[in-house]
């Protein structure tokens, strides 16, 4: 009886007892996937903001573009906006094929560090492809619409191909940002960076003691995975020791992963799916994000386009030649007119499109006005060009420079990332085409402006009664014996006001047609009430 009732009792243990044994109770929290009989370690955020419980300041920064340099200098603004509005959410409404993969780096390190203690939502309302991707995976949650796609990162270039290192080299920075956010944010990271390179294949393995579900690399695993498929499709014997079985395929080596909504809530990217009722496309978010009021829309108005054409380099090249044309044909005619004032306003569209965009800090533009001090007093109360003069060249080119790199306030103008040198060359570049147009509009007009009847006509000054040119002044006034057609030798440089001897009388004067040096011969052209109009004489 003891032996059958020991029997019995094994029997017992072996029906009830030792199959619970094999199996593990997943953690709190953790996905669970009945299909395959096992379940996915929970998503463990290592750096994310708390969402408040009641939410009355949520901001919306539509992304309805191919992203660029002038993306991230919108959503800059934006988001600087939304943090004096002292934000408790951020909300990126995504619709975008990609665009600059330098432009969506930027946008994510702005993502992760000037809003990192705000909570920041990527809502894929249709799209977030390629440089989208990357900008989703800095948020600190993405939801997606029906409709929505997520993925495909690969970088491409127009007209070319890229390959071997070359291709290697800007994929590895992609990949570590991708890394960087999976591992930020809880994603996965094999399935995060295959949607950056195409050589990788993406396995799911299970735990053939705790039923664990992982998406892995398949070069990672191969050695570790039981019934791994050398060459995709034969399978071998697993080992007795491997802790991890092979499952399936979930991305075949030469594709890039891009996924629907659906895809993305099994891979763990988006947390939900949700639907936008036509005419409030935000009306989903109300409930599962705390929104006690809808949220801002922070749109693109007409003064941020306006400015963004003004701070492109080709416009930007555009008003410094204009400046520099209407102000040396101001500076070669009597007077003050059209043009000087035509000069002053090129001028400060220039500055002021630097200074909205926020370019442009204060102190570059007080450096900048002092240059222009300091060349004023050159060419008007010094004599000859000297240290004044080159003084006031070097500031005005320095906080020109300066105003082209993005810097805070406290920090100089030297460009540390690739988007910061690349407007830096976009500056200089702009500068010099100016220069250059210059140049050779200035030699041009310095044959023809002393004879065009158009300078005369322009003049805001009103031109001088014959009661003006012959007011009464003393009998002993050296003004009397000035005619049209005399002549005198250069005390200073004319540029264009200076002292001429008239025999012995000194006498100021202003040169028409170009700058005089001392000592040079001048012909009277005509006196202009007090004022003596002069023209080198040709040797």
């Known amino acids: 009886m003891r032996r059958r009732g020991c029997i019995a009792g094994l029997l017992l243990w072996a029906w009830f007892v030792a199959p619970a044994i094999g199996k593990v109770t997943p953690p709190a929290g953790a996905r669970t996937d009945e299909a395959r009989d096992g379940w996915f370690a929970p998503k463990s955020q290592t750096d994310t903001p708390a969402l408040p419980k009641s939410v009355d300041r949520a901001f919306v920064i539509p992304i309805r573009e191919p992203i660029s340099a002038k993306t991230y200098k919108a959503l800059r603004r934006k988001a600087l906006r939304s943090r004096k509005a002292s934000a408790q959410l951020v909300i990126l409404d995504m619709d975008t094929w990609g665009g600059d993969a330098i432009a969506a780096l930027d946008i994510a390190r702005l993502l992760k560090k000037d809003l990192g203690d705000v909570y920041v939502l990527c809502y894929v309302h249709t799209r977030a492809i390629s440089a989208g991707a990357l900008i989703a995976l800095a948020c ?11 993925g495909d990162c690969a970088p491409i270039v127009m007209g070319g191909k890229l390959e071997g290192v070359e291709r290697e080299k800007i994929e590895t920075v992609l990949r570590t940002e991708f890394e960087e956010s999976a591992q930020r944010n809880g994603y996965n990271v094999a399935l995060a960076t295959s949607m950056v390179s195409h050589d990788q294949e993406v396995w799911l393995v299970r735990n053939r003691k705790t039923h664990e579900l992982r998406y892995v690399l398949a070069g990672e695993y191969q050695s570790k995975v039981a019934n791994a498929p050398p060459d995709g499709e034969k399978k071998t014997k697993p080992p007795r020791k491997t802790e991890w079985e092979f499952l399936e395929v979930v991305l075949a080596e030469g594709k890039l992963l891009t996924m629907t909504p659906g895809k993305a809530l099994e891979y763990g990217f988006a947390s ?7 005419g409030d496309p935000y009306a989903g978010l109300l409930k599962p994000y705390h929104l006690s009021r809808p949220p801002v829309i922070l749109e693109d108005t007409w003064s941020e386009d306006l400015v963004d054409v003004l701070t492109h380099p080709v416009v930007a090249g555009i008003l410094v030649f204009l400046t520099l044309l209407f102000g040396y044909t101001e500076m070669h005619t009597p007077g003050f007119g059209v043009f000087g004032a035509i000069a002053i306003f090129c001028l400060v569209v220039l500055l002021a499109g630097q200074y909205l965009v926020g370019l442009a800090e204060w102190w570059e533009l007080a450096v900048f006005g002092l240059g222009i001090l300091l060349l004023l007093a050159e060419i008007v109360f ?13 500031l005005i080119i320095v906080a020109l420079l300066a105003m082209f790199v993005p810097n805070a306030p406290d920090t100089l103008p030297i460009p540390h990332t690739p988007l910061a040198w690349k407007m830096l060359q976009n500056g200089v570049l702009a500068l010099c085409l100016g220069f250059l147009g210059f140049l050779l509009a200035a030699a041009v007009l310095s044959r023809f402006l002393p004879k065009w009847s158009l300078v005369e006509k322009c003049r805001l000054v009103l031109a001088p009664s014959p009661a003006a040119t012959d007011a009464p002044r003393p009998d002993n006034s050296p003004m009397l014996h000035i005619r049209p057609g005399a002549t005198g030798v250069t005390e200073t440089p004319l540029h264009p006001v200076g002292r001429v001897w008239f025999g012995e009388d000194l006498l100021d004067a202003v040169s028409e047609g170009g700058l005089i040096a001392r000592g040079r011969r001048v012909r ?16």
């Open 140 to 150: 600190d949650e993405i939801v997606m619409n029906p409709t929505g796609k997520l």
């Open 272 to 278: 939900r799916i949700v639907k936008a009722p036509e």
């Open 382 to 394: 010094i004599p000859g060009f000297g240290v004044a003069g080159i003084s006031g060249i070097v």
């Open 524 to 539: 009277v052209l005509r006196r202009d009430g007090n004022r003596i109009i002069v023209e080198e004489e040709p040797t």
